[in-house]
């Protein structure tokens, strides 16, 4: 999908969609896997380039096999699907209160900047 999008220069990172990040509730994970992203685009200079970032969703890639794939509602054979995919919300979530309270007090009452442009 990444490639299909041509940008300039991209951090991929093989883990199932929505998980940009890492895993939810890893802040060290999640603090490294940003970090790469960040070191590689200060290091990218050619059009197109691409980094894997190293970092494994589990040991094996089984997980792809059932990755966004919708599951059984029930056991009793009716064949109804659900999707378990996390709902998505128009403002930002945090993790934390104290991690919305440090995006208040940099954003100084501002739109945030990383934002600009995202269509909620």
Known sequence: ??????PPR???LDYPLGHTAGR???PQLN??????????????SRP?????LSHRWSDDDRWKDWVMRPRPRDQGGTGEME??????????QYQSQADEAAAAQTHQGQA????????Y
């Open 1 to 6: 999908i990444t490639r299909a999008v041509n």
């Open 10 to 12: 991209a951090a991929y």
């Open 83 to 92: 999707d378990d995919r996390v709902e998505r919300h128009p403002d930002p």
């Open 112 to 119: 945030c900047l990383v934002c600009a442009g995202i269509d």
């Open 31 to 44: 603090k490294a896997i940003i970090r790469g992203a960040l070191r590689a685009f200060e290091q990218l």
């Open 24 to 26: 939810p509730h890893q």
């Open 48 to 52: 197109g380039t691409m980094v894997h």
